[in-house]
């Protein structure tokens, strides 16, 4: 109940491209839902957060897509630059609680 | 620094030691948080502290683990007999609140490899 379903676990785009990342819950109180990007031998730093009451919300070249019927979210990053290279995790939680619950990470490679 | 400090960095004991790990969390911020990182896998919650209030220790593996925050300020994790799937990145976080769309800031984390 508390999971976050997240894929591809792994994902290679040409620069230039568009990555997309999902993630998939089941717990319906969940009603924040951020994404964070790590990389290498730092800490995870939050980059773009919805609430279901939107269906998308754009940053730059970030975007997330939310379908509450479905209880999917997803992150596309456009014009993928290799700067975008990192792990990006997908997070939920619910009103009531105080913790976030996270995916298990993607990892993606833009190549040059 | 303005950031969440961790320490140690990197932290190499052998199975049945025990191990304490440092988070010193942004000035200001009530709440503080500790994750693990295992290696492919996402990060999973341990130990939650806000302000005064008793803290949420749910995610804690086993009684192995305990943790305490003092003055509300600085946290320490600290593993007991420590064990080879207890290697992993132990990170810290904190925030101005817990509830609602408050942003986890996290520190570097501590890397424990346990022989």
């Known amino acids: 109940q508390q999971q976050v379903k997240q894929s591809p676990q792994s994902l290679i785009v040409q620069k230039g491209g568009i990555s997309i990342i999902n993630c998939a819950y089941e717990?319906?109180?969940?009603?924040?839902f951020p994404w964070y990007q790590q990389f290498p031998g730092k800490g995870p730093a939050l980059l773009i957060a919805?609430?279901?009451?939107?269906s998308e919300k754009k940053e730059g070249r970030f975007t997330i897509s939310f379908n509450k019927s479905a209880k999917q979210f997803s992150l596309h990053i456009m014009d993928s630059q290799p700067g975008d290279s990192a792990t990006y995790f997908c997070?939920?939680?619910?009103?009531?609680?105080?913790?976030?619950?996270f995916g298990s990470g993607t990892q993606l490679t833009v190549l040059p | 620094g303005a950031g969440v400090s961790q320490s140690p960095s990197n932290k190499v004991t052998e199975k049945g030691k025990d191990v304490e790990l440092r988070c010193d969390p942004i000035?200001?911020?009530?709440?503080l948080y500790w994750y693990r990182q295992s290696l492919g896998q996402g990060l999973e919650f341990l130990i939650y502290?806000?302000?005064?209030?008793?803290?949420?220790k749910s995610g804690l593996p086993s009684d192995r683990f305990s943790a305490e925050r003092t003055g509300g300020s600085v946290s320490t994790l600290t593993i007991q007999r420590t064990q080879q799937e207890d290697s992993a990145v132990y990170l810290c976080?904190?925030?101005?609140?817990?509830?609602?769309?408050?942003?986890?800031?996290f520190g570097e984390g501590s890397r424990l490899t346990v022989l």
């Open positions: 976080a904190s925030s101005w609140s817990s509830g609602g769309g408050g942003e986890l800031f």
């Open positions: 000035s200001g911020h009530t709440a």
């Open positions: 997070a939920a939680r619910a009103g009531s609680a105080r913790q976030l619950t």
């Open positions: 919805i609430r279901p009451d939107v």
């Open positions: 717990n319906t109180a969940f009603d924040y």
């Open positions: 502290f806000q302000g005064n209030s008793a803290p949420d």
